[in-house]
């Protein structure tokens, strides 16, 4: 079945909606990019990419997006994978339970580069990748994610092994062989959730499909039964099904980014937090109190979240990413929650320290059978005088049911891009992105994206 994927990756011809969302997620990708490519796992990854040889004056290199660094398709995949997912301010996708478009868009990049391709090409190998990566979500989730495998980075390997393969252009012998080497490089745990190692997932996830894709071009066979044979990697990653039959059946009819779609986060915390942020501000907003006011706060979450959220004293900005005493602490405290939350100012802020403790969350079975992991949340808030407030949360602003708008996505490019451009450059960036699907070749919006 591993071939009914490849001829897929080659032959599929997206649909223009796709083309739409695939758009707002190459734009937003390259602003998370842009914003993490000062954070320390990004720096480390850009220095060890500048003593690889690529050199500023190689014109035939891709570029880490916001320095002046060039490197090869593979090394500027690493790197710009790391940043783009080094403040957790990149998109996710509940079916793949990832974050799909950081190792997507860095690796189709890279390989665009490469390739000189067009926009329109970018953006169809983006949207095969996706395909590819949450049709194994389905397959392969909650067991594969809850066994302690980061998705981002395995299921993340294979889609972008799938974009650069179309990219480049890979028929469909050579695709195979592409999705067959990428399985052997997959890995990720979710152990390092909170650490450097996290974004650094996402780079290796695009460097390997980057990697994959040209073993692939240059003659590298691999198994035909990599990904579903009795020791590949459906059966060796624990998934929930092992026959690929029922995540291709409907491969080109049905489109998992018009169905499922990609949930943009509007806060750079870990998405189990989103439902539970939105609530808090919500409820802030209406009843007007403030972090003196609140005794104690209770959240309710499904039982995955404790799994993903493993911080009940974060010591970093990273950790506290993962942390739902801080992030619910932290809203409640400021009224917003933002790149800059996650600073030492913010950590060591003794309204914040002070209200951690009164935080509780706790898991509500009910909550697993009523709607994906992640999505959904209760908070129950005891004000002084013994007032309690509550409020139920479905998802959370940015996701699918409740999209980002244009506003908002360019308000958060800006924002975001403003951390490594100029104010002109960020603004030209934006302006091109919002054209990609016209761009001749690729190159026109990266030689832009440097300082």
């Not at 695709?175 to 390092?192: Q, T, V």
């Not at 439902?275 to 003196?292: H, K, S």
């Amino acid at each position: 079945m591993t071939a009914r994927l490849a001829q897929f990756l080659v032959d599929a011809a997206p649909p223009a909606p796709g083309r739409v969302r695939a758009a707002a997620a190459v734009l937003d990708t390259v602003g998370v990019t842009l914003a993490g490519v000062s954070e320390p796992a990004a720096r480390i990854v850009q220095q060890v990419v500048a003593t690889g040889g690529g050199g500023c004056d190689n014109g035939d290199a891709c570029r880490v997006l916001g320095t002046r660094t060039r490197a090869s398709a593979t090394d500027a995949a690493l790197a710009n994978g790391t940043a783009a997912h080094a403040l957790d301010y990149d998109d996710m996708c509940f079916v793949s339970l990832a974050h799909p478009s950081a190792p997507l868009v860095a690796a189709a990049l890279a390989a665009a580069e490469l390739a000189h391709a067009s926009g329109r090409v970018l953006l169809d190998a983006y949207i095969v990748g996706f395909e590819v990566e949450a049709r194994l979500g389905r397959l392969m989730n909650p067991r594969h994610y809850q066994r302690g495998w980061h998705c981002t980075s395995t299921l993340g390997t294979i889609g972008a092994a799938a974009a650069a393969s179309r990219v480049l252009g890979l028929d469909r012998a050579a695709a195979s062989h592409a999705l067959a080497i990428a399985a052997s490089e997959a890995s990720g745990l979710k152990e390092n959730f909170g650490t450097m190692v996290k974004p650094l997932h996402a780079g290796l996830a695009a460097r390997n499909g980057v990697l994959a894709a040209l073993l692939a071009k240059g003659g590298m066979t691999a198994s035909g039964q990599a990904l579903d044979g009795p020791q590949g990697f459906l059966a060796a990653m624990d998934s929930e099904r092992t026959s690929l039959a029922d995540a291709s059946a409907d491969l080109g009819v049905r489109w998992e980014i018009l169905d499922t779609g990609i949930t943009v986060k509007l806060y750079p915390s870990c998405a189990g937090t989103h439902p539970t942020l939105d609530a808090i501000l919500d409820l802030r907003q209406r009843e007007g109190f403030t972090a003196e006011d609140v005794e104690r706060i209770d959240i309710q979450v499904d039982s995955i979240t404790p799994t993903v959220l493993i911080y009940e004293r974060p010591a970093s900005g990273l950790e506290a990413k993962f942390s739902m005493p801080f992030c619910a602490a932290a809203a409640v405290v400021y009224g917003r929650v933002g790149i800059d939350t996650f600073e030492a100012a913010s950590l060591n802020d003794i309204r914040v320290m002070r209200l951690m403790p009164r935080i509780v969350m706790r898991v509500d079975p009910s909550l697993d059978a009523s709607g994906p992991p992640l999505t959904q949340a209760r908070i129950a808030m005891q004000l002084r005088g013994g007032r309690t407030v509550s409020q139920a949360a479905n998802g959370a602003r940015g996701y699918p049911e409740r999209p980002a708008g244009a506003a908002e996505l360019g308000a958060k490019f800006m924002a975001c891009a403003r951390r490594a451009l100029p104010d002109a450059a960020a603004q030209r960036a934006l302006a091109i992105l919002q054209e990609i699907d016209t761009l001749d070749d690729i190159r026109s919006l990266t030689d832009v994206l440097q300082p």
